[in-house]
């Protein structure tokens, strides 16, 4: 008899040979079972214990020996039945766990958001943002303008400006600039809360990190601010302008 449809339905190697001698021997004594199934006597009556348990063997003590035997072979349906009624309850309720676990997952996940602000107007409701949102415990960081940008008379507006604004917020600032931009950089050098330092590393363009944001500034005609948040990314370019500020010189 093929016992691969007893192992599907859960039962092991043991209890499928164990379930078959019953069936085919009747009324029996361990030995006896043992025998019937090649399964060694002091595993037989764990088999037996687990077959019971399932509703397929009964038991029976006859002048002190004990007797097994297999029930109606009917009863496997109704053992699947059961387990489908278990498998549909656990899924029903599993449905309603799913939310719960999705909400503590949603808990943990670094939300990444990305925005593009366009032209100056775009710049200024940006920087305007920045304020808002940053407190006397948050501090700003940046890879500062280039020489080129610096010497742009609205650029420099600009960006003196806004630090004005966040050192009246008391917001702290470290920025990281290009030898090059050294002496137009006194002119900064009366502003509060507010460090430089120089570096000969070279940085593609105008970078800021502040609280899970990282701002990227494509100066030109048309300036272009790209402002993605995100925690994984903000902590690396943290890491990376502490790494960088280390080296760098006042």
Known sequence: MNTETLKKIGLTRGESAVYIALLK??????????????????????????????????EVTKENTKYFEATN??????????????????????KKLVPQLK?????????????????ISGWRTLYNEILENLTSKDEYLAFGIGPDEINNIQVKRFIKKFHLNRAEKKISARIIMRPKTKTKMKEFSTLKYYKYKF????????????????????????????????KQVSKKSKQYFEDVWKSAKS
């Open 25 to 58: 021997v009747g009324n029996c004594t361990s030995g006896t079972l043992s025998k019937g199934s090649n399964v060694s006597r002091s595993k037989v009556y764990e088999v037996i214990d687990r077959l019971k348990q399932r509703g397929l063997a009964t």
């Open 73 to 94: 072979p009917s009863r496997i349906v109704d053992f699947l039945e059961e387990k489908k009624k278990e498998l549909d309850q656990s899924i029903v309720e599993s």
């Open 103 to 119: 909400k503590l997952q949603n808990m943990h996940l670094d939300k990444q958001e990305a925005k593009v602000y366009i032209g």
């Open 199 to 230: 570096t000969e590393i070279k940085f593609p363009t105008n970078i800021a990190i502040y609280g899970d944001n990282v701002l990227t500034l494509v100066w030109g005609e048309k300036p272009v601010a790209f402002l993605t948040k995100s």
